[in-house]
């Protein structure tokens, strides 16, 4: 399976927007409405932000939202804020495996 | 509150196998999937496979086919992840989390995998 492509690094300043993209294909990010993120800050363990393209779990802030468009899904963050800054990793679910991207690193200038 | 504490750091010589653990608290063990999903330094997350505590049924990743082993011990809500013919590429940080391979939500601390020799 190969990896979904992403962005190797993203940035905005404090109060702007930004949104990361995530290019898989027909097999995966197209195939499924199974598109995960996740937030990783340095030397500490994935955190879930997105699930299910655009559902956010409990505890999550409503900055945070997916979408997706054909094979590319999207994972926009309104408001930055210092804490965002981190890299993130979008999944897709794939006929009974799980896909990651390459990962994208977020500085908030 | 949903814990999974996983086992202290490993060194190992190239060909040696590994076992790390994956103990869950605060919830019913065997109601949620655990899968393991590995770090090399630097690197992304590459997904290894996931395992039904409920079952024991497993998925491996085609990369680890045959080199993975995942199982579990529900008595102590438990659970594994064996690695074997480790070699240098090997060595990462290995994370289980629980859940769905499509949506984890909780994830361990992870443990550093070190093959060297």
């Known amino acids: 399976q190969s990896a979904l492509t992403q962005p190797a690094s993203v940035s905005g300043s404090p109060g702007q927007s930004i949104t990361i993209s995530c290019t898989g294909t027909?097999?995966?990010?197209?195939?499924?409405?199974?598109v995960s993120w996740y937030q990783q800050h340095p030397g500490k363990a994935p955190k879930l932000m997105i699930y299910?393209?655009?559902n956010r779990p409990s505890g999550v802030s409503n900055r945070f939202s997916g979408s997706k468009s054909g094979n590319t899904a999207s994972l926009t963050i309104s408001g930055l804020q210092a804490e965002d800054e981190a890299d993130y990793y979008c999944?897709?679910?794939?006929?009974?495996?799980?896909?990651f991207g390459g990962g994208t690193k977020l500085t908030v200038l | 509150q949903v814990q999974l504490v996983q086992s202290g750091a490993e060194v190992k010589k190239p060909g040696a196998s590994v076992k790390v653990s994956c103990k869950a608290s605060?919830?019913?063990?065997?109601?949620?999937?655990i899968n393991w999903v590995r770090q090399a330094t630097g690197q992304g997350l590459e997904w290894m496979g996931w395992?039904?505590?409920?079952?024991?049924?497993?998925g491996y990743a085609q990369k680890f086919q045959g080199r993975v082993t995942m199982t579990r011990n529900t008595s102590i809500s438990t659970a594994y992840m064996e690695l074997s013919s480790l070699r240098s590429e090997d060595t990462a940080v290995y994370y289980c989390?629980?859940?769905?391979?499509?949506?984890?939500?909780?994830w361990g601390q992870g443990t550093l995998v070190t093959v060297s020799s």
């Open positions: 027909s097999s995966d990010v197209g195939g499924y409405n199974y």
């Open positions: 395992m039904n505590p409920n079952s024991g049924n497993t």
């Open positions: 299910d393209v655009s």
């Open positions: 989390a629980r859940g769905p391979l499509q949506l984890m939500d909780y």
């Open positions: 605060g919830y019913t063990f065997t109601s949620y999937d």
């Open positions: 999944s897709s679910y794939t006929s009974s495996f799980l896909v």
